[in-house]
């Protein structure tokens, strides 16, 4: 057994500790739609609505086993916060976290339900880190990165479920925020010896990784507002960067108009409410379709599925457009 999948073995014991594996599922609507079997990767199914729990487990395992704390701060847009809500909750251990003003309320409900301190602090996410790590100093308290080698190998479990479940694929479309989904479909897919081509997906009006791929080096993006906020990142980590600028077939930009499209036809086509992130592979595979030919086998990962009523709303009414 290589290094990578031993890694990933013994995440899944842990995450499947407390969580079941997630479907992957084929549509017959969608699959109309592109005209080759299609598979939905549907993390949306879990407790938090979200991929990222896993990754959370995974950290606190660790974290317990070099002899744990009483606190953890972190910063979130949402879907990492719930993460760290439930797995905080499940170690007992108190959790603080750091959200941007005008976050979506919904996330921040969950997160105060799991049992989280919710602070809010800052413009946008950079600021509310940078106010996170500095609380974190200030009181003695464990500060939790939202990209780390042992959340890479938490939520690089739903990657191996893929592709264990789907030998014959080609193209694999995954959302990229800070970067730990996408690193963990690169590391399922190098443990595998997977032939499958990863796509990353960003929104174009948070393209910090598809500038800083381009560049070799982190470029900071400025005035992000998506309304995929697990995209809403400015600054690509430099920790991620690499293994994407190596295992990355490309990296597609879509548009808000897109991702509310998609997010339209996830709910037309498959009855699943998908948040923007969630719904940005499809988008992405959408704008790809020409060169996506009938032999073709692709798979879209369904990141999340907390979608806010507002967001919500704006998908209902552009329901009929695209049927």
Same mark, same amino acid.
């Given at each position: ?96 976290? %750091? ?37 974190a100093q200030s009181g003695g ?60 997906? %960003? ?7 598809l500038e800083s791929m381009i ?11 998506? +309304? ?38 996830? +709910? ?23 060169s996506i030919s009938p032999g ?28």
């Open positions: 057994m290589n290094a990578e999948l031993a890694e990933l073995e013994s995440a899944s014991k842990i995450v499947y500790d407390r969580l079941d594996p997630t479907p992957q599922i084929r549509w017959p609507l969608l699959e109309a739609r592109f005209g080759c079997p299609t598979w939905l990767k549907h993390e949306n199914h879990l407790p938090t609505g979200a991929f990222k729990v896993r990754g959370g487990l995974v950290y606190f395992h660790h974290l317990l086993a070099s002899g744990g704390t009483q606190t953890v701060i972190c910063a979130t847009r949402g879907n990492h916060g719930q993460s760290v809500a439930f797995a905080a909750r499940a170690a007992g251990v108190k959790a603080i976290i %750091v959200v941007p003003k005008g976050n979506n309320p919904d996330k921040n409900e969950a997160m105060k339900a799991l049992g989280a301190e919710l602070v809010i602090h800052g413009e946008d996410f950079i600021q509310s880190l940078n106010f996170a790590q500095d609380l308290h464990h500060f939790l990165p939202s990209f780390h080698s042992h959340l890479v190998s938490g939520v690089g479990t739903y990657a191996l479920e893929l592709l264990r479940a789907t030998p014959d694929l080609q193209r694999l479309y995954v959302p990229i925020g800070l970067g730990s989904g996408a690193c963990g479909v690169l590391k399922a897919k190098k443990a595998l010896n997977h032939p499958v081509q990863v796509i990353g997906v %960003v929104s174009s009006q948070a393209p910090t990784y560049a070799g080096y982190p470029v900071m993006t400025d005035h992000v507002n998506t +309304l995929a906020d697990g995209l809403a990142v400015s600054q690509a980590s430099a920790e991620a960067l690499e293994p994407l600028r190596r295992g990355l077939s490309k990296v597609i930009s879509v548009t808000d108009d897109e991702v509310l499209d998609a997010m339209a036809i996830l +709910l037309s086509d498959t009855h699943n409410l998908v948040e923007g992130a969630g719904a940005a592979p499809l988008a992405a595979a959408l704008r790809d379709q020409d073709d086998h692709i798979a879209l990962v369904i990141s999340g599925g907390n979608v806010s009523a507002d967001i919500l709303q704006r998908v209902l009414d552009r329901s009929n457009r695209i049927r």
